[in-house]
């Protein structure tokens, strides 16, 4: 098999998959200078006679996988496929693997120290200095930039997946308490507390998203939600901008209802004119989406992908073998069986 990768992976990982499945073919998107455009993935895809693809950002489309009807399988190295049109894949019969968790110690760790940046003014602070302004009295900055510690804080988690149970795992050990709104999963340790989302925001210290986006999801956390939080809470969201209402938020911080925000994620990319009223406010702690922007991240979608497509094929080969003695037995016993129908 012939595996065509456009996703960063390291040399190593390259190897362990052209050891196990034959040959692969490295065109790294950060080479190209972007993400392959639709009809040039599928140029790249035809030139090189790939039998598959592992890819991080292009955008795997109906065209594309129609163009190439033989793909054995596509890898998306990201946390979820939201670049491949998964329901065509599977019409097709391709199985469709993705990276899940690549990503949670890089976004939990960025949470974690985003948080006591913003709660110790670090920023602010750093900037008052070097632009001169201590300019007499021992105590002027300790009296002007005093903040408060991250210990002892409610931390709610809107979302209980693979980056927020990281999260949480790490803020536990200030010690903060832990509360949580997910439908769909239990916290496997005992101390964090499972609640509703309206009892999540009127309750925590801290509001932190990490939802993905569904239908459910867009536009779930609106004017309501954020008008209950305390007044003194922290909204935090490094997830996706989408599941939050922008205006409702950005009322609520210019009108001090809320202490602030931390935000690493907004609707358009760069943003728009619209995100820098949001970005712009003092109580604002803006990050250009660098939540994920680790290299150990890229380390982490390797061995996932490859322990995933290793078993895939161990597997798979076994079934062809056990399929292929089972007709061997059969031929044996029935002349009209053949391996040709299999």
């Not at 903040?147 to 988690?157: I, P, Q, S, Y």
């Not at 004119?273 to 979608?301: F, Q």
């Amino acid at each position: 098999m012939k595996i065509l990768i456009t996703a960063p992976y390291h040399e190593q990982g390259r190897q362990q998959l052209a050891d196990t499945f034959g040959e692969v073919i490295y065109r790294c998107w950060k080479d190209h200078g972007q993400a392959y455009q639709e009809d040039e993935l599928i140029s790249l895809l035809q030139s090189t006679g790939a039998d598959a693809i592992i890819a991080e950002l292009d955008q795997i489309t109906e065209k594309v996988i129609k163009a190439v009807p033989h793909l054995q399988f596509i890898g998306v190295c990201r946390g979820t496929p939201s670049n491949v049109d998964v329901p065509v894949a599977t019409d097709r019969r391709i199985p469709v693997f993705y990276t899940p968790a690549r990503n949670a110690q890089a976004v939990a760790e960025m949470v974690v120290g985003s948080l006591i940046t913003f709660l110790r003014s670090i920023i602010s602070s750093s900037q008052w200095l070097e632009a001169g302004e201590w300019q007499s009295g021992s105590l002027t900055a300790y009296l002007k930039f005093k903040g408060n510690e991250l210990a002892g804080k409610t931390v709610g988690m809107v979302g209980f997946g693979a980056v927020a149970q990281r999260t949480a795992g790490i803020l536990r050990s200030f010690p903060c308490d832990i509360r949580y709104y997910d439908p769909y999963v239990t916290s496997p340790d005992p101390r964090d507390q499972k609640v509703s989302l309206a009892e999540l925001f009127a309750t925590s210290d801290i509001v932190s998203i990490h939802l993905p986006v569904t239908e459910d999801t867009k536009g779930l956390i609106g004017t309501e939600l954020l008008q209950s939080m305390k007044k003194d809470a922290i909204f935090v969201n490094t997830a996706r901008s989408v599941v939050v209402d922008h205006h409702a938020l950005v009322e609520q911080l210019q009108q001090n209802q809320i202490r602030g925000a931390i935000i690493d994620v907004f609707d358009q990319e760069p943003p728009l004119p619209k995100d820098y009223e949001l970005i712009s406010l003092p109580n604002v702690l803006a990050i250009p989406h660098l939540a994920g922007a680790t290299y150990e991240v890229e380390d982490h979608h390797v061995e996932i992908m490859n322990r995933a497509l290793i078993e895939w094929f161990e597997h798979h080969n076994t079934a062809v073998k056990v399929l292929y003695n089972k007709a061997i037995l059969e031929d044996i016993n029935d002349d009209t069986t053949s391996l040709s129908s299999l």
